[in-house]
């Protein structure tokens, strides 16, 4: 017995767009079918163009109340249009009110509600994080900041330019993701119960590859005396995170200690995003002492700011992978009276940060300005564009 083929949609596509240009007999030689099939396929071009590349067939039976369905897809889109959220239990509810009148027997069970999401190609989806949304022109502001970026660094070395971000690290960041056995319903990954306590670290890299001394700010009123990493700046307050003077510290017990400070401060350029702590007058009089300044645009660090475009993941995914590796270490854990594991010390965080920013490749970091300050993001999928043509930024 012949043993009959299937085709994958895409394969379908194929055939009709060939069949469409020189004619269904062609087509059918082409991909050894016969004729009929051929049309067939035409005939069901719209849903092989909405549907998966791989998709074989479209099985399944047919809605057996199709207005019903009809009315209530419009339904459920007009909510969504709203942002209202639509659970299974009121999708069902409103269907047996619409089939109330020219439908009495009409059952609205737990297999129809998943035949109705399937036939109208609907899912029951999570509530996803809102991101900050992009401003308007954002492209031309895009440019904007490049362009300016690139004519105060034209006469300064890689080594002077500097992208400066503050990144808040949990108490405990842990995975959120494990490999587990199938069936499992609860899915649980240990902590010490801090995972909303923050801390802060600074980080500052250059174009040419090179990191400057991190700073970790703790929430705590006084600083302990403890055997601190020593490529690790340690400051404290009551929020943990930056303030002006803080900033004002920074810049003296950072920014002027770099190897390559120069006095000159037209000879160095910062590049930091517009949080509120970076804009105050004081702050501003302060740097401008030091180095000149580049704020990027409200909205646009996602592509303009390079520790954010490049090093931030990996530096996070060091932090995670050190934390984990502290949670397995059982004999040197401690542990309160209540038999509850102790959070890390600020002396281990310090040197965890310390370890992870080092770990930075060079390349990572260099990429991580070419990608923000030279390659063109891509308006659609805001992601970006790989072979745009390359600028040098300083010498």
């Known amino acids: ?22 004619r269904t007999a062609s087509a059918a030689n082409k991909f050894e079918v016969n004729q009929r099939m051929i049309q067939k396929w035409v005939q069901t071009k719209e849903k092989l163009e909405n549907c998966d590349r791989n998709k074989r067939a479209f099985r399944g039976k047919p809605a057996q109340y199709p207005e019903v369905e009809k009315k209530i897809k419009v ?47 609907l899912s029951l989806r999570r509530r996803t994080s809102i991101s900050q949304p992009l401003p308007e022109n954002h492209l031309e502001k895009i440019r904007s900041f490049r362009s300016f970026v690139m004519e105060e660094t034209r006469d300064i070395p890689t080594s002077n330019i500097g992208n400066f971000d503050e990144v808040p690290v949990p108490s405990d960041i842990v995975y959120e993701k494990t490999v587990n056995a199938k069936g499992d ?28 001394k991190p700073m970790t700010i ?13 490529n690790v700046v340690i400051k404290v307050n009551d929020k943990g995170s930056m303030t002006e003077d803080i900033m004002k510290e920074w810049i ?17 350029l910062l590049i930091f995003d517009s949080a509120r702590s970076h804009l105050t007058e004081g702050v501003r009089e302060a740097l401008q002492q030091s180095s000149k300044i580049a704020v990027i645009p ?22 995670r992978q050190r934390c984990e590796d502290w949670m397995e270490d059982k004999e040197n854990a ?19 940060v310390s ?8 390349n990572t970091i260099i990429n991580g300005f070419n990608k923000a300050l030279v390659n063109i993001p891509d308006e659609e999928t805001q992601k970006y564009i790989h072979n745009f043509e390359v600028v040098e930024i300083g010498e």
Not at 3 to 15: D, F, G, I, L, P
Not at 190 to 209: A, I, Q, R, Y
Not at 303 to 318: A, I, R
Not at 355 to 362: I, K
Request: net charge positive.
């Open 1 to 22: 017995m012949i043993k009959c083929k299937s085709y994958t949609a895409n394969e379908k596509r194929a055939a009709i767009k060939h069949a469409e240009v020189y």
């Open 252 to 268: 003296e017990e950072v920014c002027k200690e770099r190897l390559h400070y120069d006095t000159n401060s037209r000879n160095s």
């Open 355 to 362: 370890d992870c920013f080092n770990a930075l490749s060079p």
């Open 75 to 121: 339904w459920v889109l007009e909510r969504r249009e709203n942002n209202r959220a639509l659970p299974e239990k009121a999708l069902r509810k409103k269907a047996v009110q619409e089939a109330a009148a020219n439908h009495p027997n009409f059952v609205a069970s737990s297999q129809w509600y998943q035949n109705f999401l399937r036939r109208n190609d």
């Open 185 to 212: 319903d609860c899915i649980k990954i240990d902590t010490t119960g801090h995972e909303k306590s923050n801390f802060t670290v600074v980080l500052v890299v250059t174009p040419s590859g090179e990191k400057l």
């Open 334 to 352: 401690e542990y309160t009276k209540g038999c509850r594991r102790k959070r890390c010390s600020y002396e281990k965080a310090a040197w965890i």
């Open 298 to 319: 409200g909205g646009l660090t996602r592509f303009l700011q390079p520790l954010d475009v490049s090093e931030n993941k990996p530096f996070k995914d060091g932090l």
């Open 218 to 230: 703790f929430k705590k009123k006084l600083l302990p005396k403890r055997n601190f990493s020593p």
